[in-house]
């Protein structure tokens, strides 16, 4: 059975998505979604929009039956940290 060998080519494109994904994670935005800072309950879009709207941007998290837990509406509390990435994490 003959040995295979990779192109020098198949290699350095496997190196840039990898450095490409690197750099992306450093400075990805948290999640975000609309929700009324009171009950919590998840809102559309455009309540979050509009300066007369009932809704605040809540960052990262999870939505479980449409309550938002774990996250923040303070957006750099849960700023992320990608692979490498310097930087605090929490919430």
Not at 50 to 60: A, I, P, Q, R, V
Not at 63 to 70: D, E, F, L, T
Not at 76 to 86: I, K, L, M, T
């Amino acid at each position: 059975m003959a040995t295979r060998r990779l192109r020098s080519s198949t290699v350095v494109l496997g190196g840039m998505g990898v450095l490409a994904a690197m750099i992306t994670s450093c400075g990805s935005e948290p999640d975000k979604r609309c929700v009324d800072p009171l009950t919590q309950d998840g809102l559309p879009s455009y309540e979050c929009k509009n300066s007369d709207g009932k809704g605040s941007y809540y960052y990262g998290g999870s939505s479980k039956n449409g309550k938002v837990q774990g996250g923040s509406f303070n957006k750099s509390a849960v700023e992320r940290g990608g692979f490498g990435c310097s930087g605090t994490g929490g919430g």
